[in-house]
Nanobody, 120 residues
Framework: QVQLVESGGGLVQAGGSLRLSCAAS????????MGWYRQAPGKQRELVAS???????NYADSVKGRFTISRDNAKNTAYLQMNSLKPEDTAVYYC??????????????WGQGTQVTVSS
């Protein structure tokens, strides 16, 4: 069994920064792919950033140059550094980790979501 705990959201003024964390615990062998999604009120969930186990990254056009996805393998934690935040970045942010478990099976897990609010 694996649990994900997100943290780091909050209220910030436009132009500010936040770093989201997604810590995984449980029967983890390795974290393979990872992604950060967001969902604003009345909108569909969208992919913000993703990274493969090989280190390739991909970003939505709306966040390129401002957001950075990263990981700390020793801590089984994924991060999303968000700089130059804009009011349109306001949303609930979710992490998704593809975890290779000690059982030698791979599953996708979701974090509980963390609210990011950017004021103008």
């Amino acid at each position: 069994q694996v649990q994900l705990v997100e943290s780091g959201g909050g209220l910030v003024q436009a132009g500010g920064s936040l770093r989201l964390s997604c810590a995984a615990s449980g029967s983890i062998f390795s974290i393979n792919a990872m992604g950060w999604y967001r969902q604003a009120p009345g909108k569909q969930r969208e992919l913000v950033a993703s990274a493969t186990s090989g280190g390739s990254t991909n970003y939505a056009d709306s966040v390129k140059g401002r957001f950075t996805i990263s990981r700390d393998n020793a801590k089984n934690t994924a991060y999303l550094q968000m700089n130059s935040l804009k009011p349109e970045d306001t949303a609930v942010y979710y992490c998704n980790l593809r975890i290779y478990q000690i059982s030698r099976r791979e599953y996708d897990y979701w974090g509980q979501g963390t609210q990011v609010t950017v004021s103008s």
